[in-house]
């Protein structure tokens, strides 16, 4: 299935800002241990964008953006 540029934008966008609001649901501010807000979180991850250190992956969902896949548990031997 085709989807048109507008359509894309508007769905990296929506999952832009659903990343954002799981990260402030999870964070707290260090220094102050006060809430972050989803505006402070989306202005560090378009800087990381801008750094080219993050980037929104159209075809995962949000969750799966934030909660990276576990490492391989070791084995003790």
């Not at 505006?39 to 080219?52: G, S, T």
Request: proline share 4%; charged share 30%.
């Amino acid at each position: 299935m085709q989807v048109s540029e507008k359509e894309r934008a508007k769905h990296i966008g929506e999952l832009f800002h659903e990343i954002a609001s799981i990260v402030v649901e999870k964070c707290v501010d260090a220094n102050t241990n006060r809430a972050l807000t989803v505006a402070m979180v989306e202005r560090a991850m378009k800087q990381l964008e801008a750094a080219e250190q993050f980037r929104v992956l159209p075809n995962k969902n949000a969750k799966q953006q934030v909660h990276p896949r576990p490492a391989a548990k070791r084995v003790a031997r």
